[in-house]
């Protein structure tokens, strides 16, 4: 599956468009790395922990739009957008993390 930012693809024809496809994921941090991150805040520099955790989700909405994108018979994704969210969860200030992937299936030529 061929993902791409732009619009087209240098060189290729686009021949069909199958429609906008997603991928979400919502992801928690647990309590250990949610504590770890909050000391980093405090002393300054990045946290290691959700900067992974932002890795995997994003990776994993990517693959989900890809799977979904070729469910419906395409061989390519154009115009793919990243999104990233943030949600307060219970009273304590935990929150959650969402990852949408978006994107139009296309049948390349």
Do not use: C, W
Request: proline letters at 1%; hydrophobic letters at 40%; zero cysteines.
């Amino acid at each position: 599956m061929l993902l791409s930012t732009t619009s087209s693809i240098d060189g290729r024809n686009i021949a069909e468009y199958r429609g906008v496809v997603f991928g979400e994921v919502v992801s928690g941090i647990d309590f250990i790395r949610d504590f770890s991150a909050r000391i980093t805040n405090f002393t300054g520099g990045r946290s290691k922990e959700y900067e992974q955790e932002l890795i995997d989700a994003r990776a994993h909405a990517l693959t989900e739009m890809s799977t979904r994108a070729e469910k419906i018979g395409a061989n390519a994704v154009v115009g793919v957008k990243v999104d990233y969210e943030s949600i307060p969860v219970g009273q304590n200030g935990d929150s959650m993390m969402i990852v949408v992937a978006s994107g139009t299936a296309v049948v390349l030529e």
